[in-house]
């Protein structure tokens, strides 16, 4: 039987350790190198904003723009994308710069004061006191792929809601509408994306709009 002295001991030791140090060093440089081909993009919407309209009429009521509700998976700042009808995941390296809720308030908002149609219109957010509430759903607003037919998805729905009697006094249908997207690329698909929120909002402001031209504010 072999024994061996301390300094051999000592030795081993040592050679472990430089050895744990050289595998260490070589693990962050390979995760280094992977970090460096997979970098993070942000995306946003473009809102737009443009000066208020002169409307023949101006009703006089707040119009606040409520928080829009969204399933779980919309709460994140994750890109999300379909494979068929019932499968969805997020892409960890392509997110928003904010949420897509708070992109589509700011857009509804913006949307809103261009008509020109009302005394004030605010976000929720603000100290205003709102004698309508438009309170919204969210419910797709991803990329679909259906056999390489590729679109960007956009399902919402309206109401509005009047605090003073705690009715629902409107309610839009739902607008569904799926934009073929023009290549493969994010960006394609975030453009798609824009155009279809865009023409899902106009819909939506014009009905509101309507719908105060019909029922004058009491």
Same mark, same amino acid.
């Given at each position: &039987?072999r024994?061996?002295? *301390?300094?051999?001991?000592?030795?081993l030791?040592r050679?472990?350790?430089?050895?744990t +140090?050289?595998l260490?060093l070589?693990?962050?440089?390979?995760?280094a190198?992977?970090?460096?081909? $997979?970098?993070? $993009?942000?995306? +946003?919407l473009?809102? &737009?904003?443009s000066?208020?309209?002169?409307a023949q009429?101006?009703y006089?009521?707040?119009?606040v723009?409520g $928080?829009?509700?969204?399933?779980?998976l919309? #709460?994140?700042?994750?890109?999300?994308?379909?494979?068929g +009808?019932? @499968?969805?995941?997020?892409?960890?390296y =392509?997110?928003?710069a904010?949420?897509?809720?708070? &992109?589509?308030?700011?857009m509804l908002l913006?949307d809103l #004061?261009?008509t020109?149609?009302?005394r004030?219109? *605010?976000? !929720?957010?603000? %100290?205003? /006191?709102?004698?309508?509430?438009?309170r919204?759903?969210?419910?797709a607003?991803?990329?679909v792929? %259906?056999?390489g037919n590729?679109a960007? #998805?956009f399902v919402?729905e309206?109401?509005?809601? *009047?605090? /003073?009697?705690?009715?629902?006094?409107?309610?839009?249908a739902?607008?569904?509408?799926d934009?073929?997207?023009?290549g493969?690329?994010?960006?394609?698909v975030? @453009?798609a994306?824009q155009t =279809?929120?865009?023409?899902?909002? !106009?819909?939506?402001?014009?009905?509101?709009? !309507?719908?105060?031209?019909?029922?004058?504010a !009491?």
């Amino acid at each position: &039987m072999r024994f061996l002295s *301390q300094s051999s001991n000592t030795n081993l030791r040592r050679g472990a350790s430089a050895a744990t +140090t050289l595998l260490a060093l070589g693990l962050c440089v390979f995760l280094a190198n992977c970090g460096a081909t $997979h970098p993070v $993009h942000y995306y +946003t919407l473009e809102t &737009m904003p443009s000066a208020p309209a002169q409307a023949q009429t101006v009703y006089p009521i707040t119009l606040v723009v409520g $928080h829009i509700t969204t399933p779980l998976l919309y #709460r994140d700042d994750r890109l999300v994308f379909g494979n068929g +009808t019932v @499968e969805l995941g997020a892409d960890f390296y =392509n997110r928003w710069a904010e949420t897509p809720a708070s &992109m589509i308030e700011s857009m509804l908002l913006d949307d809103l #004061r261009a008509t020109g149609a009302f005394r004030s219109v *605010q976000l !929720q957010s603000s %100290n205003a /006191k709102a004698d309508y509430i438009v309170r919204g759903r969210l419910s797709a607003f991803n990329e679909v792929d %259906n056999g390489g037919n590729v679109a960007a #998805r956009f399902v919402i729905e309206f109401e509005l809601y *009047q605090p /003073k009697t705690g009715a629902v006094v409107w309610t839009a249908a739902p607008y569904a509408h799926d934009e073929p997207v023009n290549g493969k690329a994010t960006t394609a698909v975030v @453009e798609a994306l824009q155009t =279809n929120v865009r023409a899902g909002l !106009q819909q939506v402001t014009s009905s509101i709009t !309507q719908y105060f031209a019909s029922h004058p504010a !009491q």
